[in-house]
């Protein structure tokens, strides 16, 4: 299930990108789904951005 992602990110606006791969993401973690956020969540905040704990992020 990891191609729709692969796809996804050649998108020409990169938002619209990185959106449809976290959701392609969301799909192929199923019930799992939150990890996945959380993560990205992490990655962000290490990214430069908003400064909020990746931990309250709820499932």
């Known amino acids: 299930m990891a191609l729709p992602a ?3 990110a050649g998108d020409a606006h990169p938002l619209k990108a990185a959106l449809d791969a976290i959701s392609a993401g969301i799909a192929t ?3 799992d ?3 996945l956020l959380r993560e990205v969540r992490a990655m ?4 430069g951005g908003d400064g909020a704990d990746a931990s309250r992020v709820r499932p």
């Open 29 to 31: 973690f199923g019930e």
């Open 6 to 8: 692969v796809v996804d």
């Open 33 to 35: 789904w939150p990890v």
């Open 44 to 47: 962000c905040v290490q990214a």
